[in-house]
C-alpha cells in the first residue's frame, strides 16, 4: 500500500491550502491517519490526526491547531489537512502516515505508525 500527498505548493502569506492524502493498498477502515511537518533543519512536527472509525475522532497536536481542520472523505480513500493564515514559518514538507492497528484512535504515538507518504513541499512568501 501507499501513501500520496498533494495541495502543496508556494502561497502568498495570509492564504489557506488544503492538503490530501490518498491512501491505497491498505483498507481504510478502522484506521487512524495523521499530518506531520518538517522544515528544514527542524525535527518533524505532528499536527492533527483523525480516526476513520470512532466516530471520526481527531486530535491536534500543534500550537498552530486553531489555524487546522483535518478531514475524510471515506469514499475517495482520502484524508485532508486544511490550514489556513498560512506564514512562512508554515514552510515545510507535509507528510501523512497510517496507523492501521484495528480499534486505535487519535491521538496515536508517532512509533505506532506503519506506513508514510513521500510528503508534499508547502513553500509560504511573504
Known amino acids: 500500500g501507499q501513501l500520496v500527498e498533494s495541495g502543496g505548493g508556494v502561497i502568498q502569506a495570509g492564504e489557506s491550502l488544503k492538503l490530501s492524502c490518498v491512501v491505497s493498498?491498505?483498507?481504510?477502515?478502522?484506521?487512524?491517519i495523521g499530518w506531520f511537518r518538517q522544515a528544514p533543519g527542524k525535527e518533524r512536527e505532528e499536527l492533527a490526526c483523525?480516526?476513520?472509525?470512532?466516530?471520526?475522532?481527531?486530535s491536534y497536536e500543534n500550537a498552530i491547531r486553531d489555524r487546522l481542520i483535518i478531514s475524510r472523505d471515506a469514499a475517495k480513500n482520502t484524508v485532508y489537512l486544511q490550514i489556513d493564515n498560512l506564514q512562512p514559518e508554515d514552510t515545510a514538507v507535509y507528510s501523512c502516515?497510517?496507523?492501521?492497528?484495528?480499534?486505535?484512535?487519535?491521538?496515536?504515538?508517532?512509533?505506532?505508525?506503519?506506513?508514510w507518504g513521500q510528503g508534499t513541499q508547502v513553500t509560504v512568501s511573504p
Open positions: 483523525i480516526s476513520t472509525s470512532n466516530r471520526g475522532r481527531t
Open positions: 502516515a497510517i496507523d492501521l492497528n484495528r480499534g486505535t484512535w487519535c491521538p496515536v504515538p508517532v512509533s505506532i505508525y506503519d506506513a
Open positions: 493498498g491498505f483498507r481504510f477502515d478502522d484506521v487512524a
